[in-house]
């Protein structure tokens, strides 16, 4: 094992305290994997009882992570709301560099770890605060939301948050308050394009992507179709226009969850990062998942063993400036004093329903 970590057994003590993971696992994972993977669970486990440690895990994380030794597990949204509330001394982030940094500026007296310091996003690293710095002055009135897929320098530059859940409600009520028909709309290009078509505020954007999303291509949609065609089919709105446009239903990772737990189709097809079908498949194994596989390498970084040794280490922590911190978290804490989304009532929140341009910086 990495790290001059213990090799640990899989004793007949870890089968037996990792069994209710395990019957939910058995779908994706196999009994040889299940061997190396159920002692370092039951391992981690017991640290963060020790050390009093929740760890907040994102749909994008394995199996085993997620369902082994997430604590709170969701999207960006839902694992920000928990990191304000929880009350653990320490929070191990199995996500991203961005979400770790969301979670010490809610959490600014809690230490914060991340498992692997390189787990960045294409999104978060497309913009900088001097960007934004000289957005604002090229657009001066206009509100700036940015998605939490930023840095906290770029959150502290701007007037609100937003997450793929709540972006459409985030732009109607900071055009509102400020009383005005236009925002800028930060980082991501196609998120940017897919809002704009469910609202009459006007879009300002910039050519951020995400480097999993951008992949997925109508013709793809069009090749499942033909190979599943029974198949339903929901997209994340990172994805190109064309894409949420062929595809069923559109919605963000809590919306893609709760479309499949609740409505239960005999098969989909979520046309997002791979590993968030295997999670909900351990959950709903009535239902067949088609998986054009796309996973993110920076989510993928983190790993059951390099948690482990987050955890024995205390690392890698992380500091976000007191001054930046004070001005991102007004950012992020607007968002979450919004109401909650309705997306379980709106599965086809970023379906097209208009076609409208945006402004591109
Ligand atoms: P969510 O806001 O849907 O969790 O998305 C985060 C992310 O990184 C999507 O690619
Ligand atoms: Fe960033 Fe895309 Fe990876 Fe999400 S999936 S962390 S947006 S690169």
């Known amino acids: 094992m990495g790290d001059g970590s213990a090799a640990f057994a899989f004793t007949p003590a870890v089968e037996a305290a990792t069994a209710p993971i395990w019957e939910k696992l058995r779908v994706r994972v196999t009994p040889l994997e299940w061997r190396l993977h159920a002692p370092l669970i039951a391992e981690i486990n017991r640290l963060k009882r020790e050390k009093n440690a929740v760890i907040l895990a994102h749909a994008y994380m394995t199996p085993e992570i997620f369902h082994g030794v997430g604590d709170f597990v969701g999207d960006s949204l839902g694992l920000a709301r928990e990191a304000a509330r929880c009350e653990a001394s320490i929070i191990v982030q199995a996500g991203v560099h961005f979400m770790a940094e969301t979670s010490k500026i809610l959490s600014p007296d ?125 997209a994340h709105p990172e994805c190109p226009t064309e894409v949420i446009e062929a595809a069923d239903f559109a919605g963000s990772t809590a919306a893609m969850s709760d479309y499949v737990m609740t409505r239960r189709p005999r098969q989909v097809v979520l046309i997002t990062e791979c590993s968030m079908a295997d999670n909900i498949a351990c959950e709903v194994p009535g239902t067949e998942f088609v998986r054009p596989c796309n996973l993110c390498p920076h989510m993928k970084r983190i790993t059951l063993q390099n948690i482990y040794d987050s955890l024995v280490h205390g690392r890698f922590e992380v500091k976000v400036d007191p001054l930046v911190s004070e001005r991102a978290r007004a950012s992020i804490q607007r968002m979450l004093d919004l109401p909650r989304p309705e997306t379980p009532a709106r599965y086809d929140l970023f379906k097209a329903r208009h076609h409208v341009d945006v402004e591109m910086i």
Do not use: M
């Not at 940017?192 to 300002?204: D, L, M, P």
């Open 110 to 234: 809690k230490t914060v770890l991340i498992p692997d310091l390189r787990a960045g996003c294409s999104l978060a690293a497309s913009i900088t605060a001097h960007d934004v710095r000289l957005i604002k002055q090229k657009y001066p009135g206009l509100p700036v939301v940015t998605y939490v897929n930023t840095t906290a320098e770029v959150k502290a530059e701007t007037d609100i948050c937003c997450t793929s859940s709540n972006a459409v409600q985030v732009v109607e009520e900071i055009a509102r308050q400020f009383g005005v028909d236009k925002v800028i709309l930060l980082p991501d290009e196609f998120l940017a394009r897919n809002v704009a078509r469910q609202t009459s505020v006007k879009i300002v954007a910039w050519q951020g992507r995400c480097e999993v999303h951008e992949q997925f291509t109508a013709e793809d949609i069009r090749e499942l179709r033909e190979a599943w065609p029974d198949a339903t089919i929901l």
